[in-house]
């Protein structure tokens, strides 16, 4: 076996003088020859002269998925079996390239025979050895089909374009020139084609946007933003202006180059002149309606200066009520702040200052022996009367400010007051909570807390109810907080009558966080207190997560 190199491969030859078959060859050839997306074909001429010999003896499967055939049919076919084939230069060119000894482009043909499909091959031959012929061929009609299909849009485009009267289409190269120029604009603008093409497109503006440097921050914000929108007067060839409405859309490649500017540009003059015609009917009718609104002015002056007196009055009044309002809020978050303070102060001091003479007691009464029956009875006195003491401590620091509210959030103070309430007054008490965490801060918790607490302090003193249930939910974007009992009721007119304190500060409470507050009850239907707030805060998260 040898080796001989033709047009930059490696041809393996048999002691025959042949090539090998590409199955046949060792090492990566085959393969790769094999999975080549493109058709290769190994042509033997069995003639001298005679193109119609050629016959196949070696192809890969590229070129019998394009022939639509299989290998095995392929081979031994000539090229007489093609007859369509015959009638086109290929065999021709073939011949001579064996003839010649070196590759060739053969080119692009349009064929169709029996079973294969009517397409544009791209060919391309180079000799292997003695009458061996190697042939690579590759199916480019989708290709060819996808070129003319573009060719004829863009062609349609640019026929389209050329033919609109109503509007001046052209493009721009990137620094500003006319590229293309149509029928439209020429009507417009007055130029002819040859007559603006390659000049700038500052030529259609007036001096004073060219002393302005209009025209390239046009072009700037079409680049920046991809189209821009512009209006004002234009120039044309004989002098004469009119006013355009402009539209400047920047052009750009696949890959987001910048290629140049479409200008579209519409005479808005006749639009402009009515807009100021219309303007100046406006402005006619505007001073006749003010000459006729000064009589009037004159007339109701005095209706004027009282009603303005009164808006001012109403105006203070409710700059006081707001003030009012606002003070009473800050008197809160004080009395708020001080209850938290002596709260802590009670449970922390005293109640610590408690436990430590509690344990002093019993270490007293560990130090006495038992025939100190009298002073054992004191220490142990002592002791409960502390035990008392802090028990005492505990509920006024709780009712002052539970510090569940500030250590666990608004849910574990809730829970915490419902079960106080019920463990001190015998009535049930139960608490549904929201299962959405909640996300409110200080403000809204406390407020919410405070309503609990009067609610159920109201239900303690007058209600001689049984059952107490609270509910803190989220819906429709609102947060609504409700507590019923089933209670003998009363009528919320007498008590809004009786100015009820109680209800007066639930009321502010919500009204404060821009809220909503309810009361429904009657005599011997229990009560029910409803708090919604539309937009609850939420700039403190909430401890727990019921």
């Known amino acids: 076996m040898r080796m001989r190199r033709n047009a930059g491969l490696v041809i393996r030859e048999d002691p025959s003088g042949g090539p090998l078959p590409i199955q046949a060859v060792p ?17 033997l001429l069995e003639g001298s002269s005679n193109a119609g010999t050629f016959k196949i003896v070696d ?19 000539s090229l007489a079996n093609f007859p369509k084939l015959l009638e086109t230069q290929i065999p021709s060119q073939l011949l001579a390239t064996l003839r010649a000894g070196h590759a060739r482009d053969l080119g692009e043909i349009s064929y169709r025979d029996n079973n294969e499909r009517d397409g544009v091959y791209s060919v391309r031959a180079f000799p292997l050895s003695n009458n061996y012929l190697g042939v690579v061929f590759e199916d480019v009609t989708d290709r060819k089909h996808t070129e003319r299909t573009l060719r004829d849009s ?61 025209p390239r921050e046009i072009l700037a914000r079409a680049a920046q933003f991809g189209q821009t929108k512009d209006e004002g007067w234009r120039i044309r060839k004989d002098g004469s202006r009119f006013w355009a409405n402009v539209v400047v859309t920047a052009l750009r490649d696949p890959r987001g180059n910048l290629l140049g500017f479409a200008k579209l540009t519409r005479d808005a003059t006749e639009k402009r002149e009515e807009a100021e015609a219309l303007t100046k009917t406006n402005e006619l009718l505007e001073l006749r309606v003010a000459q006729r609104t000064a009589v009037l002015t004159r007339v109701n002056q005095e209706m004027r200066t ?19 309002r606002h003070l009473a809020a800050r008197l809160e978050s004080v009395r708020e702040e001080e209850r938290r303070s002596i709260s802590r102060e009670i449970h922390d001091e005293l109640g610590q200052a408690c436990t430590a003479i509690k344990m002093d007691l019993v270490l007293i009464g560990h130090k006495l022996n038992k025939k100190q029956t009298n002073l054992l009875a ?21 009712e002052l400010r539970p510090r569940t509210l500030d250590d666990l959030g608004l849910s574990a103070a809730l829970e915490s007051q419902a079960e106080e309430f019920e463990t001190r007054t015998g009535i049930r008490c139960s608490i549904s909570l929201s299962r959405e965490p909640l996300t409110l801060d200080a403000d809204v918790s406390t407020a919410i807390f405070r309503i609990f607490q009067e609610s159920l302090t109201n239900v303690a003193r007058h209600a001689q109810a049984t059952r107490v249930e609270a509910r803190l939910k989220y819906e429709g974007g609102r947060l609504i907080f409700q507590v019923s009992d089933n209670g003998t009721g009363f009528d919320p007119e007498v008590a809004k009558a009786g100015k009820s304190l109680g209800l007066v500060g639930m009321q502010e409470r919500a009204l404060l966080l821009n809220g ?10 229990g009560t029910t207190v409803t ?8 700039t403190k998260k909430e401890k727990d997560t019921p």
Do not use: C
């Not at 090492?27 to 042509?43: Q, S």
């Not at 004191?378 to 505990?394: E, F, G, M």
């Open 27 to 43: 090492g990566l050839y085959p393969e790769l020859v094999r999975e080549l997306p493109i058709g290769v074909v190994i042509l």
């Open 59 to 77: 192809a890969n499967r590229a070129a019998a998925e394009i022939t639509k055939s299989d290998s095995g049919t392929l081979l031994g076919k």
């Open 154 to 214: 863009e062609e349609r485009l640019r026929l389209l374009i050329e033919g609109v009267q109503e509007y001046a289409i052209f493009q721009l190269d990137l620094s500003g020139n006319v590229v293309t120029w149509n029928a439209g604009a020429q009507r417009l603008k007055g130029y002819d084609s040859t007559e603006i093409v390659g000049k700038h497109f500052s030529v259609f503006y007036p001096q004073e946007d060219l002393s302005n440097d209009r």
């Open 306 to 324: 009282e009603i303005a007196e009164r808006q001012h009055a109403e105006e203070q009044l409710t700059k006081s009520r707001d003030q009012l």
């Open 378 to 398: 004191k220490v142990d006195s002592a002791v409960r009367l502390v035990d008392s003491t802090i028990a005492s401590l505990r509920r006024v620091a709780f």
């Open 516 to 525: 909503d507050f309810k009361t429904e009850s009657a005599p011997g239907t």
């Open 531 to 538: 708090l919604t707030l539309p937009h609850p805060r939420s």
